[in-house]
């Protein structure tokens, strides 16, 4: 049984040896600096600024017309009839109610396909990253360090092959 043990412990210890003989390669990619030069998140924010352009154009007559209002409001006379005057605050507060949930919706869509667009984004950066990996046979990517060697730094070939649209084929 001791005999056992003792073989058990040498082989663990060969394997263990062996383990730490091999070098881990590892890679380095710098999110930021991928985010601030990829044309596709470009392209992305680009196409959102188009796809919302006609809402917020609404948002923004809505808000001049509530703009008008309270001018118009702020300008009466003291001596205005009272049906007159609850007439157009009830214009007013019905133009800023709508205006409110106008500034809501558009806010919420925008954020929504924000989302969504950065979902697909990093889907086809983490892609990309893999594909660099394995073509560099690395064990390991890191996104964050306090000092990385040139030698070890993925993230131009990374934008490179975004930028050429070969993230996530």
């Known amino acids: 049984m001791k005999r056992i043990a003792t073989l058990f412990l040498c082989a663990l210890a060969l394997f263990a040896n062996a383990a730490a003989a091999q070098q881990v390669q590892i890679g380095f990619i710098d999110g930021a600096r991928i985010e601030r030069e990829s044309k596709e998140l470009q392209r992305g924010a680009e196409s959102l600024k188009q796809e919302f352009a006609a809402r ?7 808000d001049s017309k509530v703009g008008a209002l309270r001018a118009e409001l ?5 001596g205005t009839p009272p049906a007159e005057l609850e007439k157009k605050q009830r214009e007013f507060t019905l133009n800023f109610q709508r205006l409110e949930q106008a500034r809501r919706n558009l806010t919420e869509d925008v954020e929504m396909r924000k989302t969504e667009e950065l979902k697909k984004f990093y889907a086809n950066v983490r892609a990309a990253v893999e594909k660099v990996a394995q073509a560099r046979n690395l064990d390991l990517v890191l996104q964050e360090a306090i000092f990385v060697s ?11 092959m975004l930028n050429a649209g070969e993230g996530a084929k």
């Open 56 to 62: 917020e154009r609404e948002v923004n007559a809505l």
């Open 74 to 78: 702020d300008t009466l006379k003291p």
């Open 150 to 160: 040139s030698a070890h730094d993925i993230t131009e070939q990374v934008i490179k």
